[in-house]
């Protein structure tokens, strides 16, 4: 069964270019990557929505597809800056056509607001590197989302804001000491979203050259003691990502398997195919 995913990227074009230039590629890049990984014959389409010619597609068109996913983005919602609101808008049309939806960080909190939560800068101070010690609720041990996940796990993260208040329809599947949402399910409008805080894409090496880029601000904001410090975490991160052998790496910051291994690391990202699309695609093609 051939199946199609449209990806929209969060992020405008000084974003993307900043993401080519110090990364190698774009979020939506990097999520269709994922995606083929899990799922080798999925197509993927990625469009542009924080562009000014972006125009919200109709339902025929989103309908078109057995699932949409948000990326991340250097973006703040809060600022309702018209590169974040007309994401909203598109959000607002996916759940109206009732494709499958998922996000992942700047994804859950567009998704939030679209649905009529609120997201602010967040009062709990940036997460960044490992979002850790991630308790699954109650409602979430039995969500599909997090099928396989253990009832506590670390995920890579990187946002300064977060869901402060959830939207009618939403179920917190997961939380942590720095955000309470962590993992949610929003019904909205007819439609369903499955989002998590986390970034379940990043590779350790992914997320080195993303604290690398930035890592004046993590030095200020007492991450790290010194830039010194701050470069070499990065350079482990990046050496045990290339060689998961290093065991003195894993044990001096903790990573364990959740963040090590391949498709565990990408758990939801596979749930939300198998558990969302699929089932979707399979109604839509028999239809």
Not at 2 to 14: F, K, Q, S, Y
Not at 113 to 131: F, S
Request: hydrophobic share 40%; with cysteine; proline share 6%.
């Amino acid at each position: 069964m051939t199946l199609r995913i449209l990806i929209m990227e969060g992020n405008d074009p000084e974003g993307r270019a900043r993401q080519k230039s110090r990364l190698g590629r774009t979020a939506s890049e990097n999520y269709a990557g994922c995606i083929r990984f899990l799922a080798p014959e999925v197509t993927t389409d990625i469009c542009l929505p924080a562009d000014d010619d972006f125009i919200v597609p109709d339902l025929h068109h989103i309908r078109a597809y057995d699932g949409v996913v948000i990326t991340g983005s250097s973006l703040h919602i809060w600022q309702e800056k018209p590169a974040a609101m007309r994401q909203v808008a598109m959000a607002r049309r996916v759940f109206e056509s009732g494709v499958p939806f998922f996000g992942s960080c700047w994804g859950l909190q567009v998704a939030t607001v679209a649905a009529g939560g609120v997201v602010e800068q967040n009062p709990m101070g940036r997460e960044a590197g490992v979002a850790r010690a991630i308790a699954v609720t109650e409602a979430g041990r039995a969500h599909p989302l997090l099928d396989g996940r253990p009832p506590v796990f670390d995920a890579p993260c990187i946002h300064l804001d977060a869901v402060t208040t959830p939207a009618p329809g939403t179920t917190i599947l997961a939380a942590n000491a720095i955000s309470r949402v962590q993992a949610a399910e929003i019904r909205h409008a007819g439609g369903l979203f499955w989002g998590v805080q986390y970034h379940p894409e990043f590779t350790l090496s992914y997320l080195s050259r993303i604290l690398l880029a930035n890592l004046p601000i993590h030095v200020e904001e007492g991450k790290f003691a010194s830039k010194e410090q701050g470069e070499m975490f990065c350079q482990d991160l990046s050496d045990l990502c290339h060689d998961h052998t290093l065991s003195h790496i894993a044990w001096r910051y903790g990573i364990g398997p959740e963040l090590l291994d391949r498709r565990r690391r990408l758990t939801e990202i596979h749930n939300f195919i198998e558990h969302r699309v699929r089932p979707y695609a399979a109604l839509r093609q028999a239809a």
